[in-house]
């Protein structure tokens, strides 16, 4: 089984930045999809980006669209999100998730679509 661990989650100021890293236990797996998921009680768990394992495709929600980087070191298997200018509203756990198949681009950013999950980090942003 595929075990995806985060790091680099904290606290920061609005317009700060945090980046996250994503390692998978099994480096000699990677999943056609890596993703980062976020969530805050009460609400669902919203995909904030996505990259293809295979061809480095990129994926983001619209929210963090020109603020936050998703990016892959192969041979690390080891999967980022830079996030820059981070707004209050970007608080949230934030999660890793690895696809065990091929996924077509309208379920990229669904939480559904992914098998492996990471046990998540916490990114707060204050005003």
């Known amino acids: 089984q595929v075990q995806l661990v985060e790091s680099g989650g904290g606290s920061v100021e609005a317009g700060g930045s945090l980046s996250l890293s994503c390692a998978a236990s099994?480096?000699?797996?990677?999943?056609?999809?890596v993703g980062w998921f976020r969530q805050t009680p009460g609400k669902e768990r919203e995909g904030v980006a996505v990259?293809?394992?295979?061809?480095?495709?990129?994926y983001y929600t619209d929210s963090v669209k020109g603020r936050f980087t998703v990016s892959q070191d192969n041979a690390k298997w080891t999967v980022y999100l830079q996030m820059n200018s981070l707004k209050p509203e970007d608080t949230a756990m934030y999660y890793c998730?690895?696809?065990?198949?091929?996924?077509?681009?309208?379920?990229?950013?669904?939480?559904?679509?992914?098998?492996?999950w990471g046990q998540g980090t916490q990114v707060t942003v204050s005003s």
């Open positions: 099994d480096n000699t797996y990677s999943g056609p999809f």
């Open positions: 990259i293809s394992t295979v061809y480095n495709n990129t």
């Open positions: 998730a690895a696809t065990n198949v091929w996924v077509d681009d309208p379920w990229l950013l669904r939480p559904e679509a992914y098998k492996y």
